[in-house]
């Protein structure tokens, strides 16, 4: 049978899929992974060799299922993955890998060995990730090594902070990044090194890799920051990803850019690196006349080496296993299949780690480097012949491309036409920067003025990567932003694909290419907006911060704030929120509101209005001086229209009515102390229900909407100020008198939603919801009871009007 690996792979990946989805019990896996093997055996053994092989065959299929469900029993049985606490521990373990940092914070993985607590000593064993700021004090925590112990006090974070309808698993997020836990510190003070880890054998080897690490990540820090800051320059940041992996010092600006050019995939170090990275050894070794099979054999301990140098990343591993069978088989046998070669190193790597298969890189680099061996060719042969290989880079290319396209629309949210054209020069680039970074960084030890001709040639080259990065800025009506495709218009894509290069006919060929375009077409245009049937209302879990979503009877859907985290590079935008939006089947935003310029509430939005069409804008003023609030202004289409809200203005959208409260025109001012009280409130009617959002108002503002509004009942409120000791008084208590009250706060805040003003709505019989213990909130009005859905709980209650009651 040809290509006997890359079909028991495929079984394999398969058996995998069916074990995350099927729920069997490892028992039940094991006994038809056995009674399929028995069978297989039988035939072989009665000379029906064809029967023989499909039972083993379908073993394979059932060993991916049994697999998967062990290993992910085994790290949901981890001590450290069920341990609960929130107060501060003291643990001691192995660091795994060497740290690395961000901009503000620097990143330790640990192999926990116990946890202490008052009074109590537990052996505990897991794998932790350690976060703590980046201070001065914490350089010191930079040349830790693989193997060395360390004793560290730390709390441990919730499996997941913030939990929305759309969510994904957060068990299974932490499984994915091979940890069992995060952990946060405070301070570096806290961390201390108790033993330097052994230096015997392999490990030694690894620790050697390691220590030259730090020294190559020591000399690009020293050669590519500023004078002044002591900040690594974007043209560094982007070095350490390419050179040794670290893609965390990458800032989300460049990042961005990146992404809309379709060249965010070159930063992971994959199979096109490693690429580049053995040609340039092999053509070393020739150069000193040694044979091919020689250069061949002696790649592939260098190979491992650059594995342990690079820390057996994920995407290494992954290129570097892919390479080594290649050149073994090189070795052994004249001819390799590179589909056989590709199936094995996926059997390999699934063995290992099964939950792997649904990693992003996991399938980005088999999808790329399996759609490059079926259509290189046949792209090749339709391209006319250009200089310096021109024609087989746009082969590859465009192939890789293809491949992978409905892969990062599912994972990323984006599709870019515009890196066909980029990635021909990008690739050649990133090349040219590898090679000369690793000469670079060898020959660090060379006179100054040697050396600093060597980092001027990087910077430049570098910097033009960058630049190149900028020109989808220009032609960006290529790059979109889209929902997750359907499953069924991922195999309409490829079925169609295949069928433009497997269709002999040319009729066929070009009802196959038209069939390929208009799903391209709608993969680019879903989902088409479905119409709401009634009102629903979403308060969004954006941790410290809020955002709520309205969905209006019909299409027209408004989203209140974006949330967003001060001092954080987390986009709550980005991550949170539009994941979400795309979730509801949402690309357009009818009215986009903003309640007042502080960060926790319009961060979010800077996001949200590049990966959205705005129709409209609503704020109480333009004219607030903060830099980041005026670069959400600038960032919002020309085809937006803009709006001052303030009181008295009324709106009627398909059957709602929408009222503003406050405040009034004379009281906008862009004092920052008056922010909050200055915050747009909102009253939405829709019959017979009510709902009032009065953002971030304190007591004053409270009781003057007390004493000027007749009617401030509401059935729905939104707990002002996030449920802050500030608000949520009596007298406006008393005056809404509201059914439900949602306060939007983050988990590691003790004091929002405050104890006394969550006593006082329980006092008043009000049923009082906070986002850290119950996720998103969705409330859906009915002609006869109320709707309400949280997403931690999943459960659905219903409240029936006249007199309330569930």
């Known amino acids: 049978m040809k290509r006997p690996l890359f079909w028991l792979s495929i079984l394999l990946v398969l058996g995998i899929i069916a074990g995350r989805y099927l729920h069997l019990d490892v028992n039940h896996w094991f006994l038809l992974f056995c009674g399929l ?21 379908l073993s394979s299929l059932t060993l991916g299922g049994g697999l998967f469900t062990y290993h992910q029993n085994d790290f949901q049985s981890s001590p450290l993955f069920r341990f609960s606490g929130e107060d501060y521990l003291d643990f001691r373990g192995k660091i795994l ?6 901009s503000r914070f620097v990143n330790l993985k640990v192999q926990v060995k116990s946890l202490s607590m008052p009074h109590t000593h537990q052996n505990v064993q897991g794998r932790l990730k350690l976060t703590l700021p980046c201070t001065a004090d914490a350089r010191r925590l930079e040349l830790l090594l693989p193997g060395d112990e360390i004793e560290f006090g730390a709390r441990l974070l919730p499996h997941q902070s913030m939990v929305n309808f759309s969510s994904p698993d957060p068990y299974f997020l932490l499984q994915l990044q091979g940890i069992h836990r995060r952990a946060f510190t405070k301070s570096s003070i806290l961390v201390r090194v108790v033993e330097q880890g052994n230096q015997k054998h392999f490990f030694h080897l690894r620790r050697l890799a390691s220590s030259l690490r730090v020294r190559a990540r020591k000399v690009i820090e020293e050669n590519f920051s500023t004078a002044h800051q002591n900040r690594l320059r974007p043209a560094g940041a982007i070095l350490l990803a390419l050179l040794l992996g670290e893609r965390e010092q990458v800032s989300p600006e460049q990042v961005r850019q990146l992404q809309e050019a379709g060249l965010f995939h070159l930063l992971a170090i994959s199979g096109a690196h490693l690429a580049i990275i053995t040609y340039f050894l092999f053509l070393f070794f020739r150069l000193f006349g040694l044979p091919k099979r020689v250069c061949l054999a002696l ?15 994920p995407s290494v591993l992954r290129a570097a296993t892919m390479t080594i069978l290649f050149l073994s088989g090189k070795l052994i046998w004249k001819n390799t299949d590179l589909r056989n070669t590709l199936g094995a190193s996926a059997f390999f790597l699934l063995l290992r780690n099964p939950s792997s298969l649904f990693n992003p890189g996991f399938q980005l680099t088999f999808g790329a480097t399996l759609s490059i061996i079926i259509f290189f060719s046949p792209l090749r042969k339709h391209l006319p012949s250009l200089p310096w290989r021109i024609s087989d880079l746009l082969a590859l290319t465009g192939a890789a491309q293809l491949g992978v396209l409905p892969i990062l ?17 990008a690739v050649p680039l990133v090349g040219i920067i590898m090679g000369l970074g690793y000469l670079t960084l060898l020959l660090s030890f060379l006179p100054h003025f040697i050396h600093q001709g060597l980092v001027y040639s990087l910077s430049l080259i570098t910097n033009i990567f960058i630049n190149l990065a900028h020109t989808s800025q220009i032609i960006d009506f290529l790059t979109w932003r889209c929902p997750s495709p359907s499953g069924l218009i991922s195999l309409s894509y490829y079925i169609f694909l295949g069928a433009i290069f497997l269709c002999r006919p040319k009729k066929l060929r070009v009802i196959a290419i038209l069939l390929f375009l208009i799903t391209l077409f709608v993969m680019i245009n879903y989902p088409f907006s479905s119409p709401s049937p009634t009102l629903r209302v979403t308060f969004l879990d954006v941790g410290q911060g809020q955002s709520i979503l309205v969905e209006f009877p019909g299409r027209q859907k408004m989203l209140i704030d974006g949330g967003g985290l001060i001092g954080s590079q987390y986009d709550i935008g980005e991550n949170v ?45 333009y004219s607030f001086p903060d830099p980041l609030f005026q670069k959400l202004i600038n960032l919002l289409s020309s085809r937006t229209k803009r709006a001052r809200l ?45 709902l009032l959002f009065p953002a971030d108002i304190t007591k004053a503002s409270e009781a003057k909407l007390v004493m000027e509004e007749a009617n401030l009942a509401a059935d729905i409120l939104q707990a002002p100020h996030h449920g802050s000791r500030t608000s949520s008084h009596e007298e406006f208590l008393t005056a809404v008198n509201p059914i439900i009250a949602v306060a939007s706060a983050g988990s590691n805040s003790p004091f929002l939603p405050h104890p006394e003003v969550k006593k006082r709505y329980h006092q008043k019989g009000i049923i009082f919801l906070a986002t850290p213990q119950t996720g998103a909130v969705e409330i859906t009005v009915f002609k006869e009871y109320l709707s309400l859905r ?7 209650y219903r409240l029936v009007y006249a007199p309330w009651s569930w």
Do not use: C, M
Request: glycine letters at 4%.
């Open 37 to 57: 093997l028995f069978l297989a055996w039988f035939f072989f053994f009665l000379a029906s060799n064809k029967l023989s092989l499909f039972f083993l065959f």
């Open 97 to 102: 890998q060497t740290p690395t940092k961000s």
């Open 299 to 313: 790649l592939i301990p260098l190979i491992v080496f650059f594995v342990l140098f690079i820390e057996e990343r």
């Open 409 to 425: 629309a599912h994972h990323f949210h984006r599709l870019t036409l515009i890196g066909f054209l980029l990635n021909l020069p």
């Open 577 to 621: 929120i539009s994941p979400f939006l795309w979730h509801q089947r949402i690309k357009t935003i009818d009215y986009l509101v903003l309640t007042h310029a502080h960060p926790d509430h319009f961060l979010g939005l800077l996001s949200v209005v590049q990966n959205f069409k705005i129709k409209n804008f609503w704020t109480v003023s």
């Open 646 to 690: 303030f009181k008295g203005k009324e709106f009627r959208i398909n059957g709602v009515g929408l009222r503003v409260l406050s405040p009034s025109l004379a009281e906008i001012t862009d004092n920052p102390r008056t922010l909050n009280d200055t915050s747009l409130v909102l009253r939405l009617t829709y019959s017979p229900v009510s």
């Open 790 to 796: 949280t997403a931690k709980s999943k459960e659905t």
